[in-house]
């Protein structure tokens, strides 16, 4: 079955660039999409369609994909952005989640 | 603007049947994918399946022999039902709208708050 491996965590520095990683076998062939996910809360939609934001979504997320990584960007990381981020994509008529990433803002 | 709610039982014993109902308010539930999602505690998030307002399901093969979704658009309503579970079926449940009207995106933009539902005799 298919797979999407994020890495377990990511460190950032207010106000440097975030970048969370997605891999999966030929995922620049598929559409990927990103969603947020603070403590206690479901999951919102950032990134779909590799590089679209949804209506509200800050210009500071972006996405990225191509040949078998999809990357969501965090542009000037605001203390506010720090949970946890899921990719997500289809295949064989499946919808498939990574494992999730948390992000540090520290 | 568009919410889900979720109910349903909050604990289910082992082997019998878990059963959620998803409700859309502020809006149709007509020519959108609805789907449900879970999530164990501490761990990451699982497609089920989803609807169609039509009726049409596809279901996560993990989970296919157990699952069931339904949907009644007099009600603006979707159920799921698992049956045989498990402690591993432990979770948070969430429903959720595929983005796309009469298409498939694969992208859920609106969800629901989540219930809790534990397995446990």
């Known amino acids: 079955s298919y797979e999407l491996t994020q890495p377990p965590s990511v460190s950032v520095s207010p106000g440097q660039t975030a970048s969370i990683t997605c891999s999966g076998d030929?995922?620049?062939?598929?559409?990927a999409c990103w969603y947020q996910q603070k403590p206690g809360q479901s999951p919102v939609l950032v990134i779909y369609?590799?590089?679209k934001r949804p209506s509200g979504i800050p210009e500071r997320f972006s996405g990225s994909n191509s040949g078998n990584t999809a990357t969501l960007t965090i542009s000037g990381t605001q203390a506010m952005d720090e949970a946890d981020y899921y990719c997500?994509?289809?295949?064989?008529?499946?919808?498939?989640f990574g494992g999730g990433t948390k992000l540090t803002v520290l | 603007q568009v919410q889900l709610q979720e109910s349903g039982p909050g604990l289910v014993k082992p082997s019998e049947t878990l059963s959620l109902t998803c409700t859309v308010s502020?809006?149709?539930?007509?020519?959108?994918?609805w789907s449900w999602i879970r999530q164990p505690p501490g761990k990451g998030l699982e497609w089920i399946g989803y609807?169609?307002?039509?009726?049409?399901?596809n279901y996560n093969p993990s989970l296919k022999s157990r699952v069931t979704i339904s949907v009644d658009t007099s009600k603006n309503q979707f159920s799921l039902k698992l049956n045989s579970v498990t402690a591993a079926d432990t979770a948070v449940y969430y429903c959720?709208?595929?983005?796309?009207?009469?298409?498939?995106?694969?992208?859920?933009?609106?969800w629901g708050q989540g219930t809790m539902v534990t397995v446990s005799s």
């Open positions: 959720a709208r595929d983005m796309g009207k009469y298409q498939l995106l694969n992208a859920f933009d609106i």
């Open positions: 030929k995922l620049g062939d598929k559409y």
């Open positions: 502020g809006g149709s539930i007509s020519g959108y994918y």
């Open positions: 997500q994509a289809w295949d064989s008529r499946r919808v498939v």
């Open positions: 369609q590799d590089r």
């Open positions: 609807i169609y307002y039509s009726g049409s399901t």
